[in-house]
Nanobody
């Protein structure tokens, strides 16, 4: 069965950095686009970034452009999210999701908490 397992969330000071990882299993990893979505209780979820298959075309939300970097290592079935110059407003639970078509998520990981304070 499909699984996405995130790790790397932590408490960090403003201006700091973190690297999130998401390992996929149960599917052919390099056949799918992947994305990171973040959620804060009481707020609408935000699509942070995504990476396509193959050439790995990427997209970033304006709120993170220039600070976050998404990458993938298909040999390790892993997608990464490098978070730099973190701000308090980046505090959220970050979820790795698989693209089920037209960038609509069909599978979600359990999430990893990032707290900037």
């Amino acid at each position: 069965h499909v699984q996405l397992v995130e790790s790397g969330g932590d408490l960090v000071h403003p201006g700091g950095s973190l690297r999130l990882s998401c390992v996929g299993s149960g599917f052919t990893f390099d056949d799918y686009g992947l994305a990171w979505i973040r959620r804060v209780p009481g707020k609408e979820r935000e699509g942070v970034t995504r990476i396509a298959t193959g050439s790995g075309n990427t997209y970033y939300a304006d709120s993170v452009k220039g600070r976050f970097i998404i990458s993938r290592d298909d040999a390790k079935n892993t997608v990464f999210l490098q978070l730099n110059s973190l701000k308090t407003e980046d505090t959220a639970k970050y979820y790795c999701v698989r693209d089920g078509g037209k960038w609509l998520p069909d599978y979600w990981g359990q999430g990893t908490q990032v707290t900037v304070s």
